[in-house]
């Protein structure tokens, strides 16, 4: 195989999803069991086993998950259960995750928690949906992706104790994981206990967690062998003939230490003397293990010594990867199974006893014996390790140990091989540690790995270090001479340089590096440049070249329907119809929007990225159209799967849709607290002001609507706009706020100075959409001024402009000075021919500023006026849950009905279920005709 075959995507390791299996020759430790059974009898949230290594941690929860009467007491349920789960990874109620340092990156540790949640339920085909979450660019949040598991942990398992076990969770250091697993801490189903085994504290709240008298602790102290255990595992487990002297002697000296008293008696098994060797036997755990380490290999036959040494290396191994490291007389498989006979800190890591580890801190005293007496094989046998991981596809691995044998080229060239499926996957953060771990003068060499590296900085929007990143790109393209494979690199430059520019909204050197890498690009590159096409025709959006952003984003997605990425086909539908949007083509828009739905729908993209900002603007359109009832359904989407994948921004947004909505319908207060949250969201994340200006508009004239003027004065203010100020796109909507404050405020002058200018650049660059509400707005500004002539000629103007795309709210919005302007206009008009075509025009929009009728719930009565004391009422979207359980429709048809995961709509049932005191869905039907929510 050549060093440069690209890596397949990675199956799952089983053995990270076992716990090890114990060999019969354990001491029970009954005080240790109880603590744990009562960790679940009392509910606690958090059992952590916290020791230094050689404590038997492992070794303990291992036991206990096999023999709690707790668990065991559901094992008829467990079975029924796991019916249709592989035998391989079945264990009675509870599920295991072995961590090691690669899971400190997002995607891989979701990806691996949710296969051993898995062996907790059968839902298969939900525990599917969620996975398909982990494909999705960029990557949820991980709180979210927790949530989405919470959520069906909660709806598909009985209450029954069930447990799930991190082991050496001290491996882990991201903070987000932290965070996140602090959060299902607070959240998890109750019968859900998580177990922790650890070298060190996590970092969790665990003073929160012991003040609530939700956790259990087993430290190193608890650990320790007491005399009479002591005595048991030397004399009934190593079948040692100890004096009770020398029994107290051996437990003294190893301060109940597991691993020092295992050692202790193997090398006694040897026929060491007892007493000699207590003699010598003093010091820190540390020095025992070294003095008993090297008593034992001494009594070992040279081919174990050879073999414990050259696999020491290895954090996993089977007999296959053992003869890749060990010399060709050596048998792996047999000096494995001698090993695993005389309990040589060798751990089986599956059922099948294919793959197997040493214990950890044994296996570190064996690596450092290693570059003791052989330093000059360390590389070797990494190298050797490093091939035969490659061999078999095992890239985490295979990488991971060339860059500790320091080959560096080989790992730079796996990488490479590597990085785009690496990035479509999620895992940025592994990729961003292994290129920070080659030296620059082999990223140098390799040009592309600075490109991935820029890449892998802007997913996490480490702006800076991609435009460093991007910087040493072009550099090291400068020292290799003009070939094809230059161009083609040069080319990939352009094209990353494109996408770092437009992150840090530089528009004109986003056209300017897109058009380069357009240029350069071969044509068999069609994902590369249906990217940069959509990267450009963003980059014209805001540079108000509509026409031209159009052709980018249509050729964008028929490239990417060619290529299969659908994703990216969603994601230039979205942007086509924003852009024929601002151009106030607004029925256009709404077929795209629309047929954009029926795309991800059909192939199951319901939650991909591009699909909500589909439902996004869709209900922009709705809303323009004074259609209320048809875009609440959008905005519910939007706001209900913007939280499920941890989109900030689609988040905002929604909150944002959500509060305008809310303001229609007169509820200011709501309104006022959704908007609140938009902006506070928008400022945590720092979200562009693409996403954050609409909110902060929203606010201002939510405040003018309430009387709050000093509010809305004091924004201005801080603002930095003003009438001689860049007119940057992303913050149209606040200039146009800007004016309305100062018209508020008794200076239309300084309105209407703001607002030609604005009418003029929205004009000339064909965003027609931002006109029209400038010149309502200036119609307004003219009015108070007492130009009447020219109020009614700009209104006319928004009119002309507004009628053929229907446009309602703009106007309804403006209030009761808008209604007079037009009452006004239309009277006046009517004698003259060339306004003829606006009088039904006219008549609609004066008819809408009538109090609007309540908006009908979708396929939900609205519930009576009074209820029963004890219960409570549903929400909106639990009603349309419970309307259509009534028309039959099973949870998948609900789902598939709402858009939603079939969890969501299982956790909207346990939610009616619990408000109407019932247990099943004939109770909740027959409930709710008593109620009268249902006929």
């Known amino acids: 195989m050549s060093s440069v075959t690209a890596f397949r995507a990675e199956p799952l390791l089983r053995t990270k999803l076992f716990a090890p299996t114990h060999h019969g020759a354990w001491v029970p430790r009954e005080r240790l069991l109880e603590r744990l059974n009562d960790g679940l009898r009392l509910g606690h949230k958090l059992i952590l086993v916290s020791a230094p290594p050689g404590f038997g941690k492992t070794t303990l929860i291992s036991e206990w998950l096999l023999q709690s009467p707790a668990i065991a007491a559901h094992s008829s349920w467990q079975s029924n259960v796991q019916d249709a789960l592989p ?63 919470l959520n069906l942990l909660q709806s598909d398992t009985p209450p029954a104790p069930h447990v799930l076990v991190l082991e050496d969770y001290h491996v882990i250091h991201n903070t987000e994981l932290h965070r996140a697993l602090a959060y299902w801490l607070d959240h998890a189903p109750p019968a859900l206990h998580l177990v922790i085994t650890s070298r060190a504290d996590p970092s969790l709240p665990l003073a929160r967690l012991r003040a609530r008298m939700q956790l259990t602790e087993v430290r190193a102290a608890d650990l320790r062998f007491t005399p009479e255990e002591a005595a048991s595992f030397l004399q009934d487990t190593m079948g040692l003939a100890l004096t009770p002297a020398q029994i107290a002697a051996l437990e003294e000296r190893t301060e109940g230490w597991v691993a020092g008293l295992q050692l202790a008696a193997l090398s006694l098994q040897k026929g060491q003397d007892a007493d000699a060797m207590l003699r010598a036997f003093t010091g820190t755990h540390r020095y025992i293990m070294d003095y008993l380490v090297e008593e034992v290999l001494q009594r070992e036959p040279e081919s174990i010594q050879t073999f414990l040494l050259h696999t020491s290396l290895l954090e996993r191994f089977n007999a296959s990867l053992c003869d890749a490291v060990t010399p060709a007389e050596i048998s792996a498989g047999a000096q494995i199974e001698y090993l695993e006979r005389r309990n040589l800190f060798v751990i089986p890591l599956d059922d099948r006893r294919e793959w197997y580890r040493y214990h950890h801190l044994f296996a570190e005293v064996l690596r450092q014996r290693l570059r003791r007496v052989h330093p000059e094989r360390v590389t070797d046998l990494y190298l050797r390790a490093s091939d035969w991981f490659h061999a078999h596809a095992l890239r985490h691995e295979a990488i ?71 910087q040493r790109a072009q550099s090291a393209l400068e020292n290799i001479a003009a070939s094809a494979e230059r161009s083609a690199l040069a080319s990939q430059c352009a094209a990353i340089g494109a996408t770092v520019a437009l992150n840090r909204n530089d528009v004109a050197r986003t056209l300017s590096l897109g058009q380069q890498a357009l240029d350069t690009l071969d044509a068999h590159h069609t994902l590369e440049r249906a990217s940069v096409l959509l990267h450009i025709g963003v980059a014209y959006d805001w540079d108000g070249q509509l026409g031209r952003a159009a052709e980018c984003f249509t050729e964008s997605r028929q490239l990417c329907e060619q290529s299969g990425d659908l994703p990216g086909a969603l994601l230039a539908i979205s942007n086509l119809g924003a852009a024929e949007k601002t151009r106030a083509r607004y029925h256009r828009a709404a077929e795209i929007f629309r047929e954009g739905m029926q795309v991800g729908a059909a192939q199951n993209a319901n939650y991909q990225p591009g699909a909500i900002y589909l439902y996004t603007d869709l209900s922009e359109v709705l809303y323009e159209w004074n259609d209320l009832s048809g875009a609440r359904p959008l905005i519910e989407q939007v706001l209900e799967r913007s939280e499920l994948l941890g989109l900030t921004r689609a988040r905002v947004t929604g909150y944002r849709l959500d509060a305008r909505w809310l303001a229609a319908r007169g509820k200011t207060n709501k309104a006022l607290a959704k908007i609140a949250q938009a902006t506070q969201l928008a400022q945590a994340h720092k979200i562009p002001d693409h996403y954050a200006s609409p909110a902060r508009a929203l606010q201002v004239i939510l405040w003018l609507n309430t009387n709050q003027l000093p509010d809305a004065v004091g924004w201005a203010e801080q603002s930095g706009l003003e009438a001689d100020t860049p007119l940057d796109k992303p913050r149209q909507e606040e200039y146009l706020a800007l004016a309305r404050v100062r018209l508020a405020q008794g200076a239309p002058q300084r309105a209407r100075v703001l607002l030609e200018r604005l009418i003029a650049d929205a004009t000339t660059r064909g965003r027609t959409e931002n006109a ?50 037009l009452t006004a206009f239309k009277r006046r008009s009517e004698k003259q021919p060339e306004y003829g075509s606006l009088q039904n025009y006219l008549g609609n929009l004066i008819a809408a500023f009538s109090p609007a009728p309540a908006a009908p719930k979708p396929t939900a009565a609205p519930p009576p006026t009074a209820l029963p004391e004890n219960v409570e009422a549903l929400t909106d979207r639990e009603l349309q849950v419970l309307h259509l359980v009534a028309q039959g429709l099973a949870d998948k048809q609900i789902a598939n009905q709402l858009v939603v995961a079939t969890g969501t709509v299982k956790r909207h049932l346990n939610n009616i279920y619990g408000k109407l005191g019932v247990n099943s869905r004939t109770q909740a039907l027959a409930r709710a005709r008593q109620v009268g929510w249902i006929e």
């Open 772 to 821: 029209i509400w400038g010149l309502a707005i200036l119609a307004l500004v003219y009015q108070a001024q007492n130009e009447m002539d020219a109020a009614r000629a700009t209104l006319a103007r928004a009119l002309m402009l507004a009628q053929a795309q229907n446009f309602v709210r703009t106007f309804l919005d403006l209030g009761e000075p808008m209604r007079a302007l």
């Open 400 to 470: 991971q140990t060339a860059i500790t044998a320091l080959a560096y080229e080989r790992a730079a060239q796996w990488i490479e091989a590597s990085a785009d499926e690496m990035l479509q996957m999620g895992e940025h953060e592994t990729l961003r540690r292994w290129l920070a771990a080659l030296p620059a003068r082999t990223l140098d060499a390799h040009p592309a790995l600075w490109l991935k590296r820029a890449a892998a900085f802007v997913i996490s929007h480490q702006l800076d270090a991609a435009e460093a990143a991007f």
């Open 87 to 149: 035998s391989s990874i079945r264990h009675p109620l509870s599920a295991w995750l072995a961590l090691d340092e690669g899971d400190n990156d997002t995607a891989r540790f979701m990806a691996y928690l949710y296969a051993a949640l898995e062996t907790l339920g059968g839902q298969k085909a939900e525990w599917h949906e969620l996975r398909e979450l982990l494909k999705i660019s960029p990557l949820p949040g991980v709180e979210t992706l927790l949530v989405a598991a």
